[in-house]
């Protein structure tokens, strides 16, 4: 059998670069599953919201995307999540919303980690994470980061993405339910756009070191998306 010379070298480099991504693989973080900095995440409350005692022994970082079903679960907010109940992802149901509880009674420092990976161009509403996001962020801006982190993940309608429940006008629909939020103030930071920049800001720095969501670390380590798991994690 006779091979091209051209046809020779093509192979060459095609199996090369099938190696070099095997095992050099550049847009793998070499973090995602090992421990994190969590400073970064603990110090800078305007990009990282967080409930508990700032001086809390253990500290429990979730990264998650608004649109994600499984974080939903891990939420324990949604009305659907109990058609979940008995399969391989229940442990994950109310693993974050404990998280959050334990930080409401002093336990834990519980930081969260919006994340936007989730936007699909090339779908009609494919910037629902993005804009999910910025909501989170302008509520934030008014001290209201959890109250809309809550009732964001109420109002999920289902285990979907990018079917129009997170536009800019059904998260304005959202808001209202959220006591003390000046609402004027809330719809002009979304429908500006004012805090894309923390979106994208938090977005790099979480896809460096997590490739999915939820992810959850304890004390810089990461854990199973399980409430028993981030308990046995503390001991």
Excluded: R
Excluded at 23 to 44: D, L, R, V, W
Excluded at 66 to 80: K, N, V
Excluded at 159 to 175: F, M, V
């Amino acid at each position: 059998m006779k091979i091209k010379k051209s046809v020779l070298w093509t192979f060459v480099v095609i199996i090369l670069i099938v190696l070099f991504f095997l095992f050099f693989n550049p847009f793998k973080s070499s973090t995602s599953a090992g421990a994190i900095n969590q400073t970064i995440f603990t110090s800078n409350p305007d990009l990282y919201p967080s409930l508990g005692p700032d001086n809390a022994k253990n500290v429990v970082i979730e990264f998650s995307d608004f649109q994600c079903p499984y974080c939903a679960l891990a939420s324990g907010l949604p009305s659907w999540i109990n058609q979940f109940e008995g399969t391989p992802y229940a442990s994950m149901i109310n693993a974050a919303g404990s998280a959050e509880q334990a930080a409401q009674q002093g336990q834990i420092k519980f930081v969260f980690v919006t994340m936007n990976f989730l936007d699909n161009p090339s779908s009609t509403n494919g910037t629902e994470s993005t804009y999910a996001a910025e909501a989170g962020f302008c509520a934030n801006d008014q001290g209201k980061f959890w109250q809309m982190h809550d009732a964001i993940y109420k109002a999920s309608t289902g285990p979907t993405e990018d079917d129009g429940k997170y536009t800019k006008a059904n998260l304005i629909k959202i808001a209202q339910g959220i006591s003390g939020l000046d609402m004027t103030k809330f719809t002009n930071c979304l429908n500006s756009d004012a805090d894309i920049l923390k979106v994208q800001a938090s977005e790099t720095t979480a896809i460096s070191l997590i490739t999915g969501t939820p992810s959850f670390f304890v004390n810089g380590n990461p854990v199973q998306p399980s409430w028993a798991a981030m308990q046995a994690a503390f001991k």
